[in-house]
């Protein structure tokens, strides 16, 4: 079994920066990716960011430019750094990870308003 724990979560105004962390633990023999999705209220799930194992990112064309994904992969650890934030940036973050199978942490809410 694996556990995902997010952390960095909060309140931001516009224009600022938030940084979240997602740790894994467990049975993990090997990464194929690690990542971000989100979902703002009353909208499906979507993709942020994701990093292959191979140091293949991939971004969200709504924060090219601003999001920056990166990892530790001795501490199986996935950043997410978020730059010049928006409101409607606003949602629940999950960390994913598939190692076999497709593995989600439980969120963390980023709430962008003035």
């Known amino acids: 079994q694996v556990q995902l724990v997010e952390s960095g979560g909060g309140l931001v105004q516009p224009g600022g920066s938030l940084r979240l962390s997602c740790a894994a633990s467990g049975s993990i023999f090997s990464i194929n990716y690690m990542g971000w999705y989100r979902q703002a209220p009353g909208k499906q799930r979507e993709l942020v960011a994701t990093s292959t194992s191979g140091g293949i990112t991939n971004y969200a064309d709504s924060v090219k430019g601003r999001f920056t994904i990166s990892r530790d992969s001795a501490k199986n650890t996935v950043y997410l750094q978020m730059n010049s934030l928006k409101p409607k940036d606003t949602a629940v973050y999950y960390c994913?990870?598939?190692?076999?199978?497709?593995?989600w942490g439980q969120g963390t809410q980023v709430t962008v308003s003035s």
């Open positions: 994913t990870l598939y190692s076999g199978r497709l593995y």
